[in-house]
C-alpha cells in the first residue's frame, strides 16, 4: 500500500458525501449526430510508398534509445493536449450527445493520456521501472503489484493491477531493451515493419516503440 492508496482509503467518507451533496452540472443542450462524409480510400500505390517508407527506417529505430523513445511519446502527448477539445467536439459534433456536451469525448481520451504517459515513465526507467511490490505464490509463480501509482491511487484505493508472470519463468521486465542495449542479437542491425489494426471507436489503440 503507498501513500497515496492510504489517504484514497482515508478520504472515501468524505468524497462520497461531496458526491451526494456536490450539485450536478447542468444539462447540455442535445447534439444529433451529423451524416459524416467517407473518406476516400487510399490509394495502395500510396500505401506502399509509406510502408517502403518506414522499412527504411527500421534500423535506425531499433537502435533508438529508450530515452530517445520517451522524448517522442512526450511530444506526442503534447500534440494531442494541443487539439484534444477540438478533437472532443468534433466527435461529440458526428456521433451526437445527449445532455452530457463533450464530457463523455474528453473522458474517453482520458486512456490514451494515462497510457502515453505511463509507457514515456517505463522507457524513462529503462522499461523496467521498480513494481511496487512482488510475491511469489506457493507453486512458486511470481506476480507483480504494478498499479496504482501515484495520485491515481486517491481515486482507486482499493484497485489493485498484477502482473503475473508465466509459471517457472523468473521476471524478465525490459530484458529486450537491455539486450539491444548490450548489442545481443543486433548484429546485423536488423528490424521489422508491422501495422497494427483495430476499432479505435471502441477503445484507444495503444502502439507501443517496440523494436520490431
Avoid at 31 to 36: F, S
Avoid at 98 to 115: D, K, N, S, V
Wanted: charged share 25%.
Amino acid at each position: 500500500m503507498t501513500m497515496w492508496t492510504t489517504l484514497g482509503n482515508a478520504l472515501q467518507p468524505l468524497l462520497g458525501m461531496l458526491d451526494r451533496h456536490v450539485p450536478s452540472a447542468p444539462k447540455q443542450p442535445v447534439i444529433l449526430p451529423r451524416r459524416v462524409t467517407p473518406h476516400s480510400a487510399t490509394p495502395s500505390e500510396r500505401v506502399n510508398e509509406i510502408v517502403e517508407r518506414l522499412d527504411l527506417h527500421k534500423t535506425k529505430w531499433t537502435r533508438t534509445s529508450c530515452q530517445e523513445r520517451a522524448k517522442l511519446l512526450r511530444r506526442c502527448m503534447d500534440s494531442l493536449l494541443a487539439v484534444e477539445e477540438d478533437l472532443a467536439r468534433a466527435l461529440a459534433t458526428h456521433k451526437g450527445s445527449y445532455g452530457i456536451g463533450i464530457g463523455e469525448e474528453r473522458t474517453a481520451l482520458l486512456p490514451i493520456m494515462f497510457g502515453l504517459a505511463e509507457y514515456c515513465e517505463t522507457l524513462r526507467a529503462g522499461a523496467a521501472p521498480k513494481p511496487l511490490s512482488i510475491r511469489e505464490r506457493k507453486d512458486g509463480q511470481l506476480v507483480a503489484t504494478v498499479l496504482p501509482t501515484g495520485p491515481v491511487g486517491l481515486l482507486l484505493p482499493n484497485f489493485r493491477g498484477e502482473v503475473w508472470i508465466e509459471p517457472s519463468r523468473p521476471a524478465s521486465q525490459g530484458a529486450v531493451y537491455r539486450r539491444k542495449a548490450a548489442g545481443e542479437g543486433m548484429q546485423d542491425g536488423s528490424g521489422g515493419v508491422a501495422l497494427v489494426l483495430g476499432e479505435v471507436a471502441r477503445g484507444p489503440l495503444a502502439l507501443g516503440p517496440g523494436g520490431r
